[in-house]
């Protein structure tokens, strides 16, 4: 089992950075890969960002060149660093880790998820 627990949410004007945290806990973190999806009112839930154990990414497309994926095996936390925020990036981004990388679903472990507020 790994409990994950995202936090740094919050409320920001557009254009400004934000950096959520995930703290994972319950595995030999190094050993999943950890992920980052983000889901809005009303919309599917979407792939944002993955890392793998040794440090392989993947971006979502509307995420590319902005948010940056992270992680810190001796701190069992990956980090989103979030730049250039849109208020189109307004959602609960979620944290996810499966054994697996993926650039989609199907993660096996979910937090409960952050909320991220961007104004116009």
């Known amino acids: 089992q790994v409990q994950l627990v995202e936090s740094g949410g919050g409320l920001v004007q557009g254009g400004v950075s934000l950096r959520l945290s995930c703290a994972a806990s319950?595995?030999?973190?190094?050993?999943?890969?950890m992920a980052w999806f983000r889901q809005a009112p009303g919309k599917e839930r979407e792939f944002v960002a993955a890392?793998?154990?040794?440090?392989?990414?993947y971006y979502g497309d509307s995420v590319k060149g902005r948010f940056t994926i992270s992680r810190d095996n001796a701190k069992n936390t990956v980090y989103l660093q979030m730049n250039s925020l849109k208020p189109e990036d307004t959602a609960v981004y979620y944290c996810?880790?499966?054994?697996?990388?993926?650039?989609?679903?199907?993660?096996?472990?979910w937090g409960q998820g952050t909320q991220v507020t961007v104004s116009s």
């Open positions: 996810a880790a499966d054994r697996l990388l993926m650039r989609g679903g199907g993660y096996e472990y």
């Open positions: 319950g595995r030999t973190f190094s050993n999943y890969a």
């Open positions: 890392i793998g154990g040794r440090g392989t990414t």
